[in-house]
């Protein structure tokens, strides 16, 4: 590969071509001190899943920085409440290094349950609080005694692992939630599922509801987009779990399996292939009520029918243009893929932050013969990547775009950021739209003029 | 969908106790110190930010301020882990310093500090100081105090600027040269400040200098650090310039990269305020043609006249219009004198800062000052700003984007200035300083204000 030279030792394993061979490519282990990982670390994992919960309290216990750069940052919609686009902090100073901060993570819970009256408090802990050992069991248990309203601590320590270990610090403390309450009856007729993994970005919850809805098919609770505690506490009434990013929230579908035995199923709805097979598959789940097969057929038929002439015009001008991908998790990058392939375009670059060795392998059997697969890449190689495969659109996060746009090549956002919803069938335009404008604009031909 | 605070949310915002006996701050005004540090890094040439602490530090920062820039920003990360905790981070940042030499080929490497390595007490100086015997040929380091449970990202700026200086500064026969420390500004202010120094023949060494690195141009080819900045040659002529001049009107009496060319070269040492608005780049103007013996061009001239010109047309759209100030000390302070200087009146300045001088330099900038009912708040975060912008009656908020939800709430106009804009283009390219920043924010606030009559009323006036 041309860009070798450019790949720190340590790295080398981590990245490899698309061929016939398995790739035993390095992967789930930290990041290269150094490296300018492209990586957050373990409170992140937890913030980001938690972020969209909109009637709970999210007080991060530590120094401003944590909670000051994750305030609002999201494309995570609520229906109501809007807590969740709040940043509150204990904002820890010097004295409290010395002295401890559990007194003052006890009165700031004092004053902002009272005022803000959320439903429950998340209370995460951040590198700072993992060092001077405040205990935030105790105190979360004596702060819900006092309030009458789950305190659920959040074991996010930045250093204890990666972003992985926060999505599973996140998971338990949605489980501490799990159960306690009563679920309503369920209606004759009508499964209930909980959704996983799904954050409502641009509304993308509501329109997976809307398809589920048309099936016949009630949704329980949504981990965690548009999220509710009550909904929370009730989610053992639900009779199949669907996970999509399932690196972020298959911990959970596992542990209430095990707990109430509720099953659960791996989906993707992003592109029309996977969105359709995701709601088959639940279907297929519920075979025994009576036309729900009919039911999900007609959804896909209908909404099929709308998405595809609209998509034609971009296909026709992205035959054939190169695409690279780096994104979070790996479920993301398959279905990207997929979606690009049915757009004409060919994935060149596919990476992924967290991917593991089951993820790459099944990467490789989805990619093209030749494609660069990349494990907890940075920028430098990265760009090495884009400049070496002559990528014409790169879709990352915020981090990956100006790397795009320096070089001269269209970008596209895929992250929790982002404010176009493009999950779902009516998704796959918005994203079709978006590449297509990322790609023919005008500008890049630009840089070829010369003053 | 339009997702406006909930009412709920709204309610409870305003519910608080008085600021100062409140517990937990909701939404800061303010940023963590490593953010300052990697900031000024970016100013030098070839330099590359390290910070020692967690991965998610150095990615959380890159993210803000490339939300900001528009720009690459490479940070690197010693990424703790479990066991760096446990037995110390020298392994991680021995190994951090060797990789971004190895990738980056820095002319120099800024190692900042986080809250968890300061909290460890990882003797960072001791080992750069090791690292330096053991590999010769190795980038130079520069290192700083940054943990992120003490002061803003503003101190953690100076401190950096400091420790730049502290490094690299040496001394040698007095050279016709400017020190420049320029504060927290735009790349397009550092621009306005280098032109302006040039008007008047004056060398000038800008610390940091951060115009092209933070907001170049396309690349032809890939560039492993941005092209720009102030060359480490440049900056060893440090402690031979004949002034040192800092912009920022909290900085007198503090620890700054001045005090210590100063105290260490005995450079002549000055501090002015933000040159934003008229009187107050008068004053910069002056300094300017004083120290270099050089007479204000007419360029210069004509420019402040267009600004006096422009001044007199629009007077009548500001005077009186209740504004509230946050962001940065100095920034915000600035902003208050330029609004006071054009007839506005600032009812709050707010900043997350705490340093106690906001009082005293406003004093010392608009007159009358303490008749003008103005509340100034440090430590304040956004509730509190929230709060007080209302029961001050204000009509328009200035500052950073982060001020759009009170703006919002208050259905007050919001002149967007500072650091961070992350919902607007251009923040980078925002011009403050100088007679030209001052002619632009001017513009930009009377169209604000007009703009909101025009859309308040039913009339439909294209005529204004």
Request: proline share 5%; with cysteine; hydrophobic share 40%.
């Amino acid at each position: 590969m041309a860009a070798r030279a450019d790949i720190l030792q340590g790295r080398q394993k981590s990245v490899a071509v698309a061929g016939d061979q398995p790739l035993a490519l390095d992967c789930a282990k930290p990041s290269l001190a150094g490296s300018v990982s492209q990586r957050a670390c373990v409170f992140c994992g937890s913030r980001v899943v938690l972020y969209p919960v909109a009637d709970a309290l999210h007080l991060v216990h530590g120094p401003i920085g944590c909670a000051a750069y994750t305030w609002d940052i999201r494309g995570a919609l609520s229906s109501g409440p809007q807590l969740h686009r709040l940043s509150f902090s204990t904002d820890l100073r010097e004295q409290d290094v010395v002295y401890g901060g559990e007194k003052k993570l006890a009165l700031a819970l004092d004053r902002l349950i009272p005022q803000f009256q959320p439903k429950a408090a998340f209370v995460y802990s951040t590198c700072l609080v993992g060092l001077i050992g405040d205990d935030l069991k105790r105190l979360c248990r004596q702060a819900s005694e006092k309030h009458g309203i789950p305190v659920v601590p959040v074991e996010s320590e930045g250093f204890r692992g990666t972003k992985k270990d926060g999505y599973k610090a996140a998971c338990e403390a949605l489980y501490s939630l799990i159960g306690t309450a009563e679920p309503a009856p369920l209606a004759p007729g009508i499964p209930r599922i909980n959704i996983l993994g799904e954050f409502n970005i641009a509304g993308e919850a509501w329109i997976l509801q809307s398809y589920y809805r048309r099936m016949g098919v009630e949704v329980g609770a949504i981990f965690t987009g548009d999220g509710r505690i009550d909904a929370i506490q009730r989610a053992q009434g639900a009779q199949l779990n669907v996970v999509q990013c399932s690196g972020s929230m298959t911990h959970l579908a596992q542990k209430m399996k095990e707990r109430w035995g509720i099953p659960y199923i791996r989906v993707s709805y992003f592109g029309i292939e996977d969105c359709a097979e995701a709601l088959y598959e639940v279907a297929r789940r519920f075979e025994a009520v009576p036309g729900i097969l009919e039911r999900a057929r007609a959804v896909v038929a209908q909404e099929v029918a709308a998405v595809l002439p609209a998509l034609e015009p971009f296909r026709k001008d992205l035959q054939g243009r190169k695409a690279a991908l780096y994104v979070g998790g790996a479920f993301k990058a398959f279905s990207l893929i997929k979606a690009l392939r049915m757009l004409g375009m060919r994935t060149v670059l596919a990476g992924t932050q967290t991917g593991g060795p089951e993820d790459y392998e099944r990467l490789r059997s989805i990619c093209d013969p030749g494609t660069i697969i990349v494990d907890d890449s940075n920028p430098k190689e990265l760009s090495g990547f884009l400049r070496q495969t002559g990528a014409e659109l790169f879709i990352g996060g915020v981090k990956e775009r100006p790397l795009a746009h320096k070089l001269g090549i269209g970008f596209c956002d895929h992250n929790h950021e982002r404010k176009e919803a493009l999950a779902g069938f009516e998704g796959m335009v918005n994203f079709a739209r978006e590449v297509h404008a990322s790609v023919m604009s005008p500008v890049w031909a630009l840089r070829q003029s010369e003053l | 969908m339009d997702s406006m605070l909930s009412q709920a949310v709204e309610d409870a915002l305003k519910a608080g106790d008085a600021a100062e006996e409140r517990q937990g701050m909701v939404n800061a005004c303010k940023l963590c110190a490593p953010l300052g540090a990697s900031l000024a890094f970016r100013g030098i040439h070839g330099g590359m930010p390290l910070l020692h602490g967690s991965q998610g530090c150095a990615t959380y920062i890159r993210r803000y301020m490339i939300s900001h820039f528009r720009e690459p920003i490479d940070i690197a990360s010693s990424n703790f882990s479990e066991s760096a905790v446990i037995f110390g981070g020298a392994s991680n940042l021995r190994q951090a310093l060797s990789n971004v030499a190895r990738a980056y080929h820095p002319s120099v490497i800024g190692v900042a500090t986080t809250c968890l390595a300061e909290t460890m007490g990882d003797d960072v100086q001791g080992l750069l100081k090791t690292r330096a015997l053991d590999e010769p040929a190795a980038p130079p380091a520069v290192f700083v105090n940054t943990p992120s449970f003490k002061g803003t990202h503003a101190e953690g700026y100076v401190a950096s600027l400091r420790a730049i200086a502290e490094r690299f500064a040496q001394g040698g026969s007095r050279i016709p040269l400017l020190a420049l420390m320029p504060g927290m500004v735009s790349p397009e202010d550092l621009r306005a400040l280098k032109a302006l120094v040039a008007s008047f023949g004056q060398d000038a060494v800008l610390l940091p200098d951060y115009s092209e690195t933070l907001d170049g141009g396309a690349w032809k080819e890939y560039c492993d650090l941005p092209p720009g900045g102030t060359t480490l040659e440049r900056l060893e002529l440090l402690g031979r310039a004949q002034e040192a001049l800092e912009l920022g009107a909290t900085l007198a009496g503090r620890q700054t990269a001045g005090s210590f060319l100063k105290e260490r070269f005995g450079v002549e040492h000055r501090v002015l305020p933000l040159p934003l608005g008229l009187k107050a780049t008068d004053a910069l103007v002056q300094h300017l043609s004083g120290l270099s013996g050089h007479p204000i061009p007419q360029a210069l001239r004509d420019e402040r006249s267009r600004l006096l010109d422009a001044y007199a047309d629009g007077h009548k759209v500001l005077f009186g219009l209740k504004v509230a100030v946050y962001g940065e000390e100095d920034l915000a302070c600035a902003l208050a004198s330029w609004l006071a200087e054009v007839g506005a009146k600032p009812v709050l300045v707010a900043s997350g800062g705490e340093s106690g001088r906001m009082q005293a330099a406003l004093q010392a900038s608009i007159p009358g000052f303490d008749g003008l009912d103005c509340r100034v708040m440090q430590g304040a975060d956004f509730e509190a700003i929230g709060q007080a912008a209302e029961e001050c009656g204000a009509e328009l908020l200035a500052g950073s984007s982060k001020g759009y939800s009170v703006a919002k709430r208050l259905k007050a106009p919001l002149l967007r200035a500072g650091f961070p804009i992350h919902d607007r283009f251009g923040g980078a390219r925002i011009l403050h300083l100088g007679y030209g920043g001052a002619l632009r924010l001017f513009d930009s606030l009377v169209n604000l204000v007009l703009e909101k009559k025009q859309s308040d009323s039913s009339v439909g006036y294209s005529y204004l």
